[in-house]
């Protein structure tokens, strides 16, 4: 079945510091999707990537989707306390509307 | 989290006990999820309805039932609990494929 991965699967920074998280699928997708879950909270969508190599930006996060539409990173620039959280990537199965979600990359930052 | 409610927040069954989680949006939207979280595995799809009198399996289905009692409320059961369903569930809707889905803020439950 589809497979989405992630990696790092954990990052610890140093405020100030940048993070990315890289998103692969086993198969094209039509759009993937970000979200971030704060410890012991609930997942919140973040945005979606549509187009083959489309960049979206908000404040200090960056997203980006794949020339082939197989991968997707977020980066963010100069981190802060509130960034920690898990980031998942998440695309829609074959199937109506289902997304998979990837494994999560779980970001610590230290002040 | 307005949009999607989820009963209850904590539980904790005996083995073979069964017990029904509850979630209710006002959202007004079609399709329901119910997902399982589990530490290092991220989000599994357990059933998924797509509108009011339909239900389907997701991913990891085997030991839960689901109802989709109105297009407001769906309901997964565990008929007999086991401790490998210990698990954060959480109940999600989605109205557009570009707002993403909206997640009811959990149950966490144990099963000792």
């Known amino acids: 079945g589809q497979q989405v991965m992630q990696i790092p699967q954990y990052q610890h920074v140093q405020e100030g510091e940048d993070f990315t998280t890289y998103c692969n699928s086993s198969?094209?997708?039509?759009?993937i999707q970000w979200y971030k879950q704060r410890p012991g909270g609930h997942p919140v969508f973040l945005i979606q990537?549509?187009?083959?190599?489309e960049v979206k930006k908000q404040k200090r996060l960056t997203f980006q989707f794949g020339e082939a539409k197989k991968n997707s990173s977020l980066h963010i620039t100069a981190t802060q306390t509130t960034d920690v959280g898990t980031y998942f990537c998440?695309?829609?199965?074959?199937?109506?509307?289902?997304?998979?979600f990837g494994t999560g990359t779980r970001l610590l930052v230290s002040p | 989290n307005a949009g999607v409610t989820q009963t209850p927040k904590f539980q904790v069954l005996k083995t073979g006990q069964s017990m029904t989680l509850q979630c209710a949006q006002d959202?007004?939207?079609?399709?329901m999820y119910w997902y399982r979280q589990d530490p290092g595995m991220g989000l599994r799809l357990i059933y998924y309805?797509?509108?009011?009198?339909?239900?389907d399996k997701g991913e990891v289905p085997n030991g839960y039932n689901v109802s989709r009692l109105n297009k407001r409320e769906f309901s997964l059961r565990l008929e007999s609990a086991a401790p490998s369903q210990t698990s954060v569930y959480f109940c999600?809707?989605?109205?557009?494929?570009?707002?993403?889905?909206?997640f009811g803020s959990g149950t966490r439950l144990t099963v000792v």
């Open positions: 198969t094209t997708l039509s759009n």
């Open positions: 990537l549509v187009k083959s190599g």
């Open positions: 999600a809707v989605v109205g557009g494929s570009a707002r993403g889905y909206t």
């Open positions: 959202m007004n939207h079609n399709s």
């Open positions: 998440a695309g829609p199965n074959t199937g109506f509307q289902k997304l998979v």
């Open positions: 309805s797509a509108s009011e009198g339909t239900t």
